[in-house]
């Protein structure tokens, strides 16, 4: 469960900043997020072509949940992905999976997975949460080296787990647990 916020979130992570969406961001977000590229990664909720009217649902939506649990990562002053969890619920209410995207013109460059790692020690920090989990397609090797270099570990693979744009794909399991305390 998240903890209400007592100042405004904001998590400088070198190369990005992790922040909250915020009204001005849907052409940005528009540039980034329609591409095919960024598409065939992410669930199929991830609209494509991704329109201006998608950019404002978005921005609305992401805005208004308090404490947030989606967040813009910014470059340069500008919004190039997204960074988010969906907690979980009934005996999985202490775990949550993370989810991720960034503009292919920033592709390689270290910055989701900085982004990442901020987010998660954040998260620890500021939640009630043992455990947060991605579930890449297995077969999208720089999905899966960004979650290890985040500190996350490949605990499995979900055969034929899921179907996108009419192809069958195995999913990895990563998790990165709340440190021990001392």
């Not at 910014?74 to 969890?85: F, I, L």
Request: glycine fraction near 10%; charged fraction near 25%; hydrophobic fraction near 40%.
């Amino acid at each position: 469960m998240l903890r209400p916020m007592t100042s405004p979130f904001r998590i400088e992570c070198g190369p990005c900043v992790l922040r909250p969406w915020r009204r001005g961001d849907e052409a940005s977000l528009v540039h980034h997020a329609n591409d095919r590229e960024v598409w065939r990664n992410l669930r199929d909720r991830f609209p494509h072509p991704y329109t201006a009217q998608d950019a404002a649902g978005w921005v609305g939506y992401a805005g208004a949940v308090s404490p947030p649990r989606d967040f813009a990562i910014e470059v340069a002053g500008e919004a190039v992905g997204s960074m988010g969890m969906i907690p979980g619920t009934d005996i999985e209410r202490h775990s949550a999976e993370v989810g991720y995207w960034l503009g292919r013109s920033l592709w390689g460059r270290g910055i989701v997975s900085a982004g990442l790692d901020a987010f998660c020690a954040w998260t620890f920090t500021n939640t009630d949460l043992l455990r947060l989990f991605a579930l890449p397609f297995a077969d999208n090797a720089a999905s899966c080296r960004v979650l290890e270099k985040a500190g996350f570990q490949r605990e499995g693979v979900l055969r034929r787990s899921a179907v996108k744009d009419g192809v069958v794909h195995d999913q990895a399991l990563y998790a990165r647990l709340r440190p021990s305390g001392p």
